[in-house]
């Protein structure tokens, strides 16, 4: 990416958040409902871009339409996300940047589709897909063709593009409790008779066979509905059947998952740090809630992410004063920089420049919020040495994680009449308090479960949904709700998906670690005739959307990369499609050594636990300067009995024992690095395939 001097000046970004849409009318009848999260996604962006990138107001075009009860949106009408604005301002953005700028466009809101309106170009039974515009009453889609131009062009001038689509295509509904919502719906339109004005139709059909040519789309499993990018990278929210989510993403705050996690994962934006990196932990991140939305990469995703070499450092705020007895400090910092309770800081001492690990004092978090100086407490102290006025703190996301997981038992209102759903749901209600182990809590009020306890279709199982009202995968066998200790069963099922999806979860978010972003990994394969003894000619594992695929059988390489210049103990997890987490490699020892700038090459062989046809394993590569057992992570497959525990060396192995302990100490985890055992982790998720 281009190196210049000014982090600012060479990016450029459209932000479009629809959740108010105008008046309008399906061809079916239907119609797309307002949803409640784009705009604060589009928020969320902007706020990242103008405090973490340092990027001018004036080079950020924002197109929202608020839902506020009102007739029409409360914004501007010329800063409305119609079709006509749209398409304006991403033609406007190309003419205005440079050769080598970069230009990064978000969407959130509806995707929808329609029966193709160039049936030579795709085939008579395809189907256009595309944004929908708040005025699709009186306009038209902004289509995949009219997209497709429009990057190309952008493309053409030099431009390093990045797109992120914060929406869905197959469309779906929730059951259950409040609180997600999907971005599409399940009607196909009838093309709208609004000419583009994009270009002439000859043009985008010209475009689209150039951009297509050679490829197959959608018809392969988990492809985009764009063209494969070649020269851009395109983040979407999921694969083409497949749903994206909005919901409660922070107690009083909805958003998309894409945006949420990505913003999440962005913290951690800085050399090194590229669009696959991203994908990996937003994938891991929503598949603890919604197993059926997994965010799509395309194109290059080794690119490094918005030109991340012109991140700022960590910017400081004093340390005012400090309370006696050294239990809180008074930060210059409060609500009119964007800080809020709960807000964590790390304390260095006064003068500091170098912002070392081992320096830490403290992490605090903000506990009495003022307008421009707040009191923290001392969460955890880090090393010793008092807290003195004219120390330094940083904001830091430690990657604080829930281990308790809120439980709804939802009354379905379309199984028959005979069905007592009421004694069914009493009798888990019961167990949570027996055998919930403190994982567990009863959904508060009006708030989005983190799962949904139902009566099956047929009246005599129990299943477990995820927050939209879906089954939660591979919970097999089913369990009768009449057999001894059903309810029971349920709970532990419960416990241990809790567990698993924490692990699943598990990062480190400190971005001032010497050792971020030290793991670098891929998946590759041999050559075809590879014999063993033979040199190795390694190859990246292809996949759609991102994921690699492999074949159930099939043989393949782990590479691992140490990046840094430290002596890394390096363990890889495999967390299965059967609810198990297991150690990989190395099989008979607690960890690997890595040395500094080498290789490690793990021999892998994919597997499909009887009776499945296709899952998703994750594998996870911890690494630590200091010895660590990484066992304590390792789960059973589902319903299995775990094996006895030992007792944690370090604080790291403490860490490590709190995410799958029978009942949690606390209920939230921060990972922060210890001084005494800097740890970090990369992942990657893979399908297997019969």
Known sequence: MPDTTSPSSNLHALLIGIDYYLPHRLAGGGHYPALHGCVADVRRVAAFLQERLCVPAEQIVVLTSTDAGLAEPPEPREAWPTYERMVTAIQEITARARPGDQVYLHYSGHGGRQHTAYAALKGETAYDEGLVPMDLGTARYLLDVELAYLFQAMVDRGLLLTVVLDSCHSGGAV???????????????????????VAPARELAAGWEAATRGQTRAIKPGGGWLPEPEAYVLLAACRPNELAHEYEVEPGARGGALTYWMMDALKQIGPGLNYAMVHQKVLARIHTLFPDQSPQIQGDGSRAVLGSEHVRPPAAVNVLAVEAGGGRVQLATGQGQGVRPGTQFVIYPPGTLSFEPEQRQALVAIDGLGAHASWARVEQRLSGGTIEPG???????????????????????????????????????????????????????????????????????????????????????????????????????????????????LDNHDDTSPLARALEIELARPQADYVPGDPLELRPVAGAGGTPLLKNGERAFLRVRNRSSRVLNVTVMALQADWSIAQLHPRFQEYDTLDGGSELRVKLQAGLPAGYTEGHDTLKVLASVGPASYKWLELPALDGQRGTRGVPRNALEAMMDALSADRPGTRTLSPVVDPSYEWTMAQMEVWVKE
């Open 175 to 197: 059951r259950g409790m409040a609180g997600a919502a999907v971005r599409g719906i399940t009607e196909v339109d009838t093309p709208r008779p609004a000419a583009s004005l």
């Open 391 to 505: 120390a330094q703190a940083i904001l830091t996301d430690p990657g604080s994680m829930r281990l308790r997981r809120g439980v709804g038992l939802f009354r379905r209102d379309d199984l028959p009449p005979g069905v007592d759903q009421a004694a069914a749901l009493a009798a888990v209600e019961a167990a949570l308090g027996r055998h919930g182990g403190g994982w567990l809590v009863p959904a508060a009020e009006g708030r989005s479960p983190d799962y949904q306890v139902v009566v099956a279709d047929d009246g005599l199982h129990y299943e477990i949904w995820n927050p939209a009202g879906r089954p939660v995968p591979r919970l097999e066998p089913p369990v009768a709700i009449a057999a001894a200790g059903a309810a029971q069963q349920v709970v532990e099922r419960l416990v241990h998906l809790a567990k698993y999806q924490t692990i699943l979860a």
